[in-house]
């Protein structure tokens, strides 16, 4: 079974400066998807970004990067710029190519604040 | 609706109570999932549904817990005999149905308190 592994409960940032949020993984497929979802207090899991493993290149989206690292099995999140806005918890995931639709997979989280 | 549309939003029952809980998915989305999240903690898999039936349902942590999605669009989550211990927020997901297709699409949930 596949397992997420975010060790870090919790990180602080400070507004504009850049912080990286860390998560391991642990599968013995090649293939597979792997997501970073956000969660603001209204519970809405939203999706913040998404790597497929057999990409070489690192997933971008505006402010957020991702550096996947897939013979070490992992896929750190960094946010550039920080914003006041992106302040939630923040949960790493893995989805496998085998069949359709199957299940996603979520670490436990790791609540980010943003200081002004 | 444009979103993934869960009810109700919270929903309080005295132990040993009947609840359900509804989901109303992404129009064309034929793939819906149902994950469990207590407090502070990640979302954990109860079941997923292709069209009507139930393609993988190993996350039901127990027979008081079953679903349904009888047309293949809403589904409904029934929790019988609820124990405190069923408190958590249910959330609910949506996809496209077919191979190699990534992304989940998440209602708010509903949170359930069991007294």
């Known amino acids: 079974a596949q397992t997420v592994t975010q060790s870090q409960p919790e990180m602080s940032v400070q507004e504009a400066e850049t912080v990286t949020l860390s998560c391991t993984y642990d599968t013995s497929e090649s293939d597979y998807y792997l997501f970073w979802y956000k969660q603001p207090p209204s519970r809405q899991m939203i999706l913040v970004i998404r790597q497929e493993a057999y990409k070489q290149q690192n997933a971008t989206e505006n402010r957020f990067s991702v550096n996947f690292q897939k013979a070490a099995k992992s896929f750190s999140l960094k946010i550039s710029d920080s914003q006041l806005g992106d302040a939630a918890m923040y949960f790493c995931?893995?989805?496998?190519?085998?069949?359709?639709?199957?299940?996603?997979?979520f670490g436990k989280g790791i609540t980010l604040s943003v200081r002004p | 609706g444009a979103g993934v549309s869960q009810t109700p939003s919270n929903k309080v029952t005295e132990k040993g109570k009947y609840v359900e809980l509804r989901c109303d998915p992404i129009?064309?989305?034929?793939?819906l999932y149902w994950y469990r999240q207590s407090l502070g903690q990640g979302p954990e898999f109860l079941i997923y549904?292709?069209?009507?039936?139930?393609?993988?349902d190993s996350g039901l942590p127990n027979d008081r817990f079953f679903a349904v999605r009888p047309e293949g669009s809403v589904s409904t989550l029934k929790i019988q005999r609820t124990e405190r211990g069923d408190s958590a927020v249910y959330l609910c997901a949506s996809s496209l149905g077919g191979a190699k297709v990534g992304e989940l699409f998440f209602g708010e949930g509903s949170r359930l308190t069991v007294l």
């Open positions: 549904f292709q069209g009507t039936g139930a393609a993988d």
């Open positions: 129009s064309g989305h034929t793939a």
């Open positions: 995931a893995y989805r496998s190519f085998t069949g359709a639709n199957s299940k996603l997979t």
